[in-house]
């Protein structure tokens, strides 16, 4: 996903800039966690009380050896056990709010990064869409989220408990014994060195494995959502073999964190134990010696226990945290991404009302993923309100550029487009496309209703206008015969429709929004005759009182525009009427014979 102007996370990466990136990842989901400081100051109270019950309990113990066990006062081991009972319902009550508290907290950090995440990625331009998949961008908002909630969550909750246990712990053995501590202090770089070192290790791979994953989602997306042509063409054995392929690599690259993270585990826990029985050893020759009592010992030895045990959780957890970071990294990089197209600081206010003229002044245009190929040059022409104006011309003509730079998905690199007047560029793409109205070749229907496929464009509307809208798109009819009539859901992409309803819902969806410009772009070119009559009356029932642009392939569908622009290679070539332009005999008549096979006379009956 290499972008040059758009992509600013997957630019090569300076050294210095690669270690700042490796530290702490996590720390950019503060902004989400500092939302609700009641439910993290909630959850650090309870962490302090736990570990705060934890500790008591080797004081406890050294109390029972030194002085319960000695005298064998039977009611001085009462108290304490019953001080004890004390404790761990302390204990019990701190763990339970714990888990509540920071279980909460990463179920709403997640839910607002979810969310913020996909309004970003809504808004930035298609020139993003361009190269970025739309499987791996699904990936970030699910797989990576669910590692960020486990983190934030029961994760991270653990590796704090078990940091406040190893600093409380060590501190007491500090307390208890200075000297077997020091013996400690000099343990604890052999264990956490080796910590940081294969943290970064599990953290790498990691990030590999979530990356392949991501591959694998997005190409499993992709074919799904091409179901019927995949078994069109009988390619499901195939594309099972690619998938597998895909997952089997995605598996090779978790096993290779699983096994950092295994080695890291192994070290963690070998060294800690092996530090806690040499204490032990030095220790129980203090007591022989006379210099330390038996509950002195088994105090310290408990900490130590607690310290090893805390360190040893933390190995644990670092590599779900390092797991974690990476998603928390992967997720960043679309908070990152920045739009091309913008808002200027202060835009102009297009006029109002609104007149519907349109106008390219010299635009010369290349799209930001093929530089080197210009799609547009110089190109001129003006459309007065109300007009009727058809573009026709091969495929790459650049028909459909005009459109995606009318709508403003991109700038032209040279030259100027203008809606009555005003500079595009200086006005907010928001109240541009506002103005506009499309119905695509390629119809987009959604996983909806009927009802709320009309609405798309115009959220909060009434059920009346929704009706209205359908009837004015003669779409009314087959609506009701559906089951449920406008609350029918007409399954993904609409699937459960002909493309000729499809294409009637589209056009219901336009004339509800209701813009001064529309934009048509071979609507009906993919229907039968029939569908193509109903899609036809209904299209100029919309284009009525409206400035329409009209991209058409077949000539038969633009015979009765005002005015036919005729395009190749990014330029007009010719311009006029049907007529006109037959008798030139230039370009579009040698298209009209091709289309028509007939001569210019029956050009002129045909537009008549």
């Known amino acids: 996903m290499r972008r040059k102007d758009i992509a600013m996370a997957e630019r090569p990466l300076a050294p210095d800039e690669k270690a700042r990136r490796s530290l702490r990842p996590l720390r950019r989901l503060m902004p989400y966690m500092i939302r609700y400081r009641g439910l993290a100051i909630g959850a650090c109270f309870s962490l302090l009380l736990a570990a705060g019950a934890t500790l008591t309990l080797p004081m406890a113990v050294r109390q029972m050896i030194d002085h319960g066990f000695s005298n064998s006062d039977s009611a001085f081991i009462a108290s304490y056990f019953s001080l004890l009972i ?30 913020d995440v996909f309004s970003h990625v809504t808004g930035l331009s298609p020139a993003f869409f361009d190269t970025a998949r739309s499987g791996e961008i699904v990936s970030r908002l699910t797989a990576d989220a669910t590692q960020i909630k486990a983190a934030v969550g029961a994760t991270a909750s653990v590796a704090l408990r078990n940091t406040i246990m190893g600093v409380g712990a060590v501190a007491m053995m500090v307390t208890t014994s200075p000297r ?80 950092a993270r295994s080695l890291l585990t192994f070290v963690a ?14 220790g129980s020759h203090d007591v022989l010696s006379g210099t330390m009592t038996a509950g002195t010992l088994g105090q310290f030895l408990l900490y130590a226990v607690l310290a090893a045990g805390a360190l040893g959780a933390l190995s644990e957890v670092w590599g779900e945290l390092a797991q974690a970071a990476g998603a928390a990294e992967r997720m960043s990089e679309l908070l990152a991404e920045k739009p091309a197209i913008v808002a200027p600081e202060a835009p102009v206010m297009l006029p109002s009302p609104a007149r519907g003229s349109v106008a390219f002044r010299n635009v010369s ?31 790459g003509a650049g028909k459909s550029t005009i459109f995606s730079l009318l709508l403003r998905y991109y700038d032209p690199g040279e030259g100027a487009v203008q809606i009555d007047g005003v500079d595009i560029r200086q006005a907010d793409p928001q109240s541009v496309r506002e103005r506009i109205a499309i119905v695509p070749q390629d119809v987009t229907v959604f996983a909806a209703s009927a009802a709320e496929n009309i609405a798309f464009g115009r959220p909060g509307t009434t059920r009346k206008e929704i009706e209205a809208a359908a009837r004015a798109a003669l779409a009314h009819d087959f609506i009701m015969a559906l089951e449920n009539g406008y609350d029918t859901q007409v399954g993904e ?30 609507a009906t070119s993919a229907l039968d005759a029939e569908s193509e009559t109903l899609v036809q009356m209904a299209l ?30 990014g330029r007009v070539i010719e311009e006029g009427r049907h007529s006109d332009l037959v008798a030139r005999g230039g370009v579009y008549a040698r298209l009209a014979s091709l289309q028509f096979d007939v001569g210019a006379e029956g050009f002129e009956g045909a537009a008549e």
């Not at 290349?366 to 007065?384: D, Q, T």
């Open 269 to 282: 826990i070998f060294t800690t134990a092996a530090s806690v029985v040499a204490i032990l050893w030095v």
């Open 365 to 395: 245009f290349a799209y930001p993923s093929r530089p080197e190929r210009s799609a547009l040059h110089g190109l001129s022409f003006n459309i007065a309100p109300g007009e009727t104006v058809a573009i026709v011309g091969p495929s």
């Open 180 to 259: 077997l501590s020091l013996l400690v202090l000099i343990a604890i770089p052999l264990i956490v060195l080796p910590l940081v070192a294969f943290g970064r290790k599990v953290r790498r791979r990691a990030r590999h494995a979530q990356d392949v994953l991501a591959d694998a989602t997005a190409f499993a997306g992709e074919q799904i959502g091409a179901i019927r042509v995949l078994q069109a063409f009988t390619s499901e054995k195939g594309v099972a073999r690619r998938f597998s392929a895909a997952v089997e690599a995605a598996f090779q690259a978790a096993r290779g964190s699983i096994v």
């Open 493 to 522: 992409r609409g699937i459960t429709l002909s493309g000729g309803q499809r294409q009637r819902l589209a056009i219901a969806r336009a004339v509800l929004r209701d813009a001064p410009i529309l934009l048509l772009d071979e």
């Open 86 to 115: 004390g404790v761990a319902a302390v204990l019990a009550t701190a763990s339970a709010l714990r888990y509540y508290f920071v279980v909460t907290l990463g179920e709403r950090v997640v839910a607002d990064l979810r969310c």
């Open 540 to 569: 100029e029932r919309l284009m009525h009182g409206r400035t329409t642009i009209v991209i058409a392939h077949r000539l038969a569908t633009v015979l009765k525009a005002d005015r036919i622009l005729v395009m190749t290679d």
